[in-house]
């Protein structure tokens, strides 16, 4: 299938940490912008941060910043978010979309977004 799979996932603490990947299967990576979202229980799906073509940009939700990084590799088809100080209320399923057009030079990509190649998502559960 044309999709991310995320993993990384996992039960952790308050205050640890966890790296997250997803890795494009059947389609340009490179070509893309690309981002994170999560869903927690309960909640719509919420953009978290996102990486442009060639990583000229890299954005974030008000919420993670100072904690959570973006990165991607186009080499290995991989984006990554390492997760800081993690909190409860991170605590959600964490997807990779790649977005048609170029909209994370300013600003974090949204749902409304034409977001494409959707994965199954990874859980990241944060609790002590």
């Known amino acids: 299938q044309l999709q991310f799979v995320e993993s990384g996932g996992g039960l952790v603490e308050p205050g640890k940490s966890l790296r997250l990947s997803c890795t494009a299967h059947?389609?340009?990576?490179?070509?893309?912008?690309i981002g994170w979202f999560r869903q927690a229980p309960g909640k719509e799906r919420e953009a978290v941060s996102c990486?442009?073509?060639?990583?000229?940009?890299?954005n974030y939700a008000d919420s993670v910043k100072g904690r959570f990084t973006i990165s991607r590799d186009d080499d290995k088809k991989t984006m990554y978010l390492q997760t800081d100080n993690l909190e409860t209320e991170d605590t959600a399923v964490y997807y990779c979309?790649?977005?048609?057009?170029?909209?994370?030079?300013?600003?974090?990509?949204?749902?409304?977004?034409?977001?494409?190649?959707w994965g199954q998502g990874t859980q990241v559960t944060v609790s002590s």
């Open positions: 059947g389609f340009a990576m490179e070509i893309y912008d």
């Open positions: 990486v442009s073509y060639e990583s000229a940009h890299t």
């Open positions: 979309a790649a977005d048609l057009g170029p909209r994370c030079k300013d600003r974090v990509l949204s749902v409304g977004d034409s977001l494409r190649y």
